[in-house]
């Protein structure tokens, strides 16, 4: 898409500018917007149909049903995560296994629209569609600062099914990948029960270990080059627009 990457301590940002790459930028994603930020891209549009004398149409939200592309693993990519825990009975063994995908989003959009401010509507889209009900959270940050978020949490086997049914079909594309088919595997789990064998708790703490990726974090060199060369690999096979 262009652009100038920059790294800093433990992120990475991509700045756009020039005209031909922001003008890539909104023909990709000009009809494909979900949410109230569409405001920002109409604001772009509108500046560079002035200033250019362009005549780029303002499209709609996509209204399609969330199956048709591949937006939701996207979204998931940027503001969703993977989550396994469990219980422990009298003997210490696993019980009580819970795992799901969580995505979480502001109520309001901090500009006004025409499409509104609310993201009850999205996420209330997202929550029917994995069949589970819509959370509402209220937590206070520093300084007494009041947050008010949507919650969709995949929270049984229903919804977890049809998440990584989605995401096989329409793969992520951040390190989060690595994490679809822990969760598959956590799905036979709760089917079978095998977590409760004296082997179980070893193995839960390896399928954890792997959603956490705390590959990352060990000191061997060997196993760093390894994920970076499966993420590779994994982005290759599935976004063969990446060349």
Request: glycine content about 4%; charged content about 20%.
């Amino acid at each position: 898409m262009g652009g100038n990457l920059y790294i800093k301590n433990n992120y990475c940002k991509l700045l756009i500018k020039s005209k031909p790459s922001v003008l890539r930028v909104i023909y990709l994603i000009n009809g494909y917007m979900r949410t109230p930020k569409i405001e920002a891209l109409h604001r772009m549009i509108q500046w560079y149909n002035f200033k250019y004398n362009y005549n780029i149409n303002l499209l709609c939200l996509d209204k399609s049903p969330l199956n048709n592309n591949s937006w939701l693993s996207g979204y998931i990519d940027a503001d969703g995560s993977f989550y396994l825990n469990w219980l422990y009975d009298k003997k210490g063994r696993a019980t009580s296994l819970q795992y799901y995908m969580r995505v979480s989003q502001r109520q309001y959009y901090h500009r006004s629209s025409l499409v509104g401010i609310s993201y009850l509507n999205l996420m209330s889209r997202i929550a029917t569609f994995l069949s589970v009900n819509l959370r509402s959270r209220h937590r206070i940050r520093k300084n007494n600062f009041q947050e008010y978020s949507y919650e969709v949490r995949s929270g049984n086997y229903i919804s977890n099914y049809i998440i990584l049914s989605y995401l096989l079909k329409f793969p992520l594309f951040s390190y989060k990948y690595r994490a679809v088919p822990v969760q598959i595997e956590l799905l036979r789990l709760s089917k079978n029960k095998y977590y409760k064998l004296p082997t179980g708790l070893t193995y839960l703490n390896e399928l954890k270990r792997k959603i956490k990726l705390e590959i990352i974090n060990d000191t061997s060199s060997s196993l760093i080059l390894t994920y970076k060369k499966e993420h590779y690999d994994h982005i290759v096979k599935n976004f063969p627009f990446y060349y």
